[in-house]
């Protein structure tokens, strides 16, 4: 997979996010340059298909980049799929045509419930409702062809878990990630409604089989990170995007691989991802790096429930 993150900056300052925040964008130098490697990389590896993920930040501050870059592959004989992630603070009528035409774009949309869990974390000093605009097109959005909402859970909205993932399935959408919030302090307390939320999620999904949870689908070796072709606003290459966040931006020397305006292949070593998930340990507050990992522990015990109970039908 190849990681283009498109811009550093955002319209949001959500209470949990990790992203060191910079006016930083992307060109389309740097954008087109790595995006033809990539394919050239897999076509003359004669791999099947191409998967790139536009990430940020928001990437929607950065909307014609986006489209120049799916326009100019759209001619290529080669299958590839896109994905975006957004706070959905910028989609419009026109982006919602465009994704409604593109199917081969995943749309992300993170939307943590009910406008008093979305906004409790997501906001910009208090003053951004983060919810409205998703709320506006929420008809639009849960008819596009590849949609996924995911949701976001802190510890302090976990309470409400259930009852924010009704509200998001009353809303209309049927595709969802979950995310426990990483790098944050889960108290005893919290990490047993995140459970409990997870068993009356699962009790659901039982009896409405029209959900679907794209966690199945993923299966993350390092699972707070993206691994794979990462390059940043200027052109730098990693092989995880762990550098974006403010715990570990002072690991970005070592990590770098290089720059792609000075590369004419993207080929990364094969660097072993339990060597970043040391790399996490070892940077991180213990009580931080546990908590997260307890939180990550009831999501998988969630997703192989799930799983167990669509082997069985
Ligand atoms: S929208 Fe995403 S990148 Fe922006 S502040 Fe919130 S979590 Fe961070």
Known sequence: MLVLIITRDCNLRCDYCGVNKKKIQMTKRVAEKATFLYIDYIKNNILNEAKIRFFGGE??????LIKRIMERTEKESLKINFDLTTNGLLLDAEKIEFFGKHPEIEL??????????????????????????????????SMLPNITINMVIAPNQVHKFYQNF?????????RLNFLPAYFVFWPKKN????????????????????????????LSETPFFNQGIVIDCNGDIYHTNIF????????????REGNILDSKLVVLPNRESNGTMKLIKNNIDPKLYYSTLRADSILSNFVLKLKNTYAKN
């Open 59 to 64: 990437p929607l501050l950065q909307w014609d």
């Open 108 to 141: 992300i949309i993170s939307l943590d419930g009910g406008v008093s869990s979305q906004n409790l974390n997501r906001n910009f000093n208090r003053k951004i409702n983060s919810f409205e605009n998703i709320h506006r097109h929420k008809k639009e959005l």
């Open 166 to 174: 009704k509200h998001i399935y009353e809303l209309g959408f049927r």
């Open 191 to 218: 990490l047993a409604f995140l459970k409990k939320g997870f068993s009356e999620i699962l009790s659901f999904i039982k009896n409405n089989k029209n959900i679907s949870v794209k966690n199945m689908d993923v």
């Open 244 to 255: 974006l966040s403010r715990h570990f931006e002072k690991l970005s020397d070592g990590l």
